[in-house]
């Protein structure tokens, strides 16, 4: 990352819109080589940027009063896929560090903790005026973002961002991404172990806690664990997917990971479309937008809910990195056996049936 100054970015910055029309924050500060949120901060000296105080218990207040505007866009992303859900903050429940909420469409998982910045932004173009809050981490990366759309209550949105403006903002200080964790070697992990503790999993929410307590990663676990948990599928299954649940009516859910929240939409999808490398779904009220050539492995994966003696299979997409990219699973009721046909795509994949 270059070093320069606040007033310096803001003229790299303009020029940059003057020369190429609209761009997106997050493709300026990487052609600037800054975090996105030292744009922001820079652009707080034309009075389109105002920090939020996101501090202790603040960020909880702000978020906690959402459900007041109505209807707003929130998007989670990461390197390789965006996630975009229109609808009301409902059901909410926080602590010290965790936010969620449970609406019929807005479904999140927000991790407090890591948000060490925020905004509230107002973006000018000839068609539109967006007006946002813009959440970021330690890093300066984008954590989550809040987007007032036609159903937002304006007058309450403004009047939210007034009561959490920071008025005496310090300077922004980034810090370096975490390096990657690396996996021990494969001969180290006891893989009888790992299918053992998979298959008394009480729920599929303790597969992560248990492959901290081996120490295992993720895609490492999917590779060791057998065919009876995991099975490597051809990535051009995901594509394959949306298109068959979309023709067929199928709901879905959809996560996926950001540095600060998983977003998740459950229900059908509809219209698939792909342009300039991305694969998307256009739906009134819900946007994915997934790079899949980015995808280095997928994998069709089962987890056993001991306590509801309960499948639940998943289509799981990494980066080369072994991060996770999004996950799919099907939609099915409280207590309910996981659709058949669900099921039978799915395996269809595995036993290279389908591409």
């Given amino acids: 990352m270059t070093t320069r100054s606040a007033e310096e970015l803001l003229i ?45 218990m603040d960020v909880v207040g702000l978020i906690e009063r959402m459900p007041e505007v109505g209807d707003v866009m929130v998007l989670t992303r990461n390197d390789h896929c965006v996630h975009e859900k229109t609808g009301t903050f409902e059901n909410m429940r926080f602590n010290t560090h965790m936010g969620s909420a449970f609406g019929k469409e807005i479904d999140l998982r927000m991790f407090l903790a890591q948000w060490k910045t925020g905004f509230y932004v107002t973006d000018e173009s000839p068609k539109l ?3 946002s809050l813009q959440f970021f981490d330690k890093t300066g990366a984008a954590a989550f973002k809040i987007y ?3 159903g937002t209550d304006m007058d309450r949105f403004v009047a939210l961002t007034r009561d959490f403006t920071n008025l005496t ?9 975490d ?21 008394r999993l009480g729920n599929g929410h303790q597969f992560t806690r248990m492959l901290a307590e081996l120490g295992i990663g993720r895609q490492q676990a999917l590779r060791l664990a057998g ?19 979309a023709e067929s009516g ?8 950001g540095p600060g929240c998983i977003q998740v939409h459950s229900g059908p999808v509809q ?24 995808i280095d492995a997928c994998y069709a994966v089962c987890k056993t809910s001991t306590e509801k003696g309960l499948n639940i299979t998943s289509l799981d997409c990494f980066a080369a990195d072994g991060t996770v990219i999004c996950q799919f699973f099907p939609v099915r009721e409280e207590g309910a056996e996981e659709p058949e046909a669900w099921l039978s795509l799915i395996n269809g994949y595995v036993e290279g049936e389908a591409v």
């Fill in 12 to 56: 790299e910055l303009n020029r940059m819109k003057e020369e190429q029309g609209f761009i997106r924050a997050r493709a300026a500060a990487e052609e600037l080589g800054v975090p996105e949120a030292a744009l922001l901060e820079a652009r707080e000296r034309d009075g389109s940027v105002r920090r939020l105080s996101v501090s202790g």
């Fill in 179 to 199: 390096a990657p964790k690396a996996e021990r070697p494969d001969d180290q992990i006891d893989a009888e172990d790992l299918r053992s503790r998979w298959s």
């Fill in 250 to 257: 199928l709901p879905i859910m959809c996560f996926v990971r």
């Fill in 148 to 150: 007032a759309v036609g």
């Fill in 227 to 245: 065919s009876d948990f995991a099975n490597p599928v051809p990535v051009s299954a995901v594509e394959n997917m949306l298109h068959s649940v």
């Fill in 169 to 177: 903002p310090e300077p922004l200080q980034f810090e370096a991404p």
């Fill in 129 to 131: 005026t967006r007006h």
């Fill in 271 to 294: 219209r698939i479309k792909r342009a300039a490398g991305w694969l998307n779904i256009l739906d009134p009220r819900f946007n994915l937008h997934l790079k899949d050539e980015a």
